[in-house]
């Protein structure tokens, strides 16, 4: 089971950090992601964490912008997104998932667990 928060109403070039808590599983050995979805539209990969490389993936409209990090001691996982932008605005969801291959880490149906989602709202 996975719970998101920490999304919110902020300002253009403001900052949020997204939580994601796992429970009843282990979580170390899971690949990792954030996706986000604009009503109407399909949901988007952001970025991801394999669980063996402490680099993560990004999607190219947050490089630089966002970072993904994991806990696993506390089965957490965060999202950092600073320099927010309106384009920013959507529902963002933590994901887990087994043995994806990195040509799989874009793809939604690539991982096995979703969160509930948290709600980012960038005004301008």
């Known amino acids: 089971q996975l719970q998101a928060s920490g999304g919110g109403l902020v300002q253009a070039g403001d900052s949020l950090r997204l939580s994601c808590a796992g429970s009843?599983?282990?979580?170390?050995?899971?690949?990792l992601g954030w996706f986000r979805q604009v009503t109407g539209r399909e949901r988007e990969f952001v970025a991801a964490?394999?669980?063996?490389?402490?680099?993560?993936f990004y999607a190219d409209s947050v490089k630089g912008r966002f970072t993904i990090s994991r806990d696993n001691a506390k089965s957490t996982l965060y999202l950092q997104m600073n320099s927010l932008q309106p384009e920013d605005t959507a529902v963002y969801y933590c994901?887990?998932?087994?043995?994806?291959?990195?040509?799989?880490?874009?793809?939604?149906?690539?991982?096995?667990?979703w969160g509930q989602g948290t709600e980012v709202t960038v005004s301008s």
């Open positions: 994901t887990a998932g087994l043995n994806i291959i990195l040509s799989n880490l874009r793809v939604p149906s690539s991982y096995n667990y």
């Open positions: 964490l394999r669980p063996t490389n402490s680099n993560g």
């Open positions: 009843g599983r282990t979580f170390s050995g899971y690949t």
